[in-house]
């Protein structure tokens, strides 16, 4: 059975930064693209960024962009969230989840299956 276990939220001041851990288990990823959802309270799941099983592509949502970067260590079957210059709107849960497309991890609909989630709270 597939897990995929999420760690490294917490409370940061805005300005402050983060780093997000996924660590999958149940089988290898190597082939398999990874992603980052988060979901704020009363709001749909939504995507953060997503990278190759290969890790040389990545994608990010516009609100992200150039704030956060997604990488994996693949020996490790684990994917990392680095959080810069964080803002209150980043607060959320956040989630990973894994599939050999890398389009279908643009769009948390396509997944039925999810973890536990990191809690990410940004005070201003």
């Known amino acids: 059975q597939v897990q995929l276990v999420e760690s490294g939220g917490g409370l940061v001041q805005a300005g402050g930064s983060l780093r997000l851990s996924c660590a999958a288990s149940?089988?290898?990823?190597?082939?398999?693209?990874m992603g980052w959802f988060r979901q704020a309270p009363g709001e749909a799941r939504e995507f953060v960024a997503v990278?190759?099983?290969?890790?040389?592509?990545?994608f990010y949502a516009d609100s992200v962009k150039g704030r956060f970067t997604i990488s994996r260590e693949s020996a490790k079957n684990t994917v990392y969230l680095q959080m810069n210059s964080l803002k209150p709107e980043d607060t959320a849960v956040y989630y990973c989840n894994a599939d050999r497309e890398s389009w279908r991890l643009t769009e948390p609909a396509h997944f039925s299956s999810w973890g536990q989630g990191t809690q990410v709270t940004v005070a201003s």
């Open positions: 990278i190759s099983w290969s890790g040389d592509n990545t």
């Open positions: 149940g089988r290898t990823f190597s082939n398999y693209a």
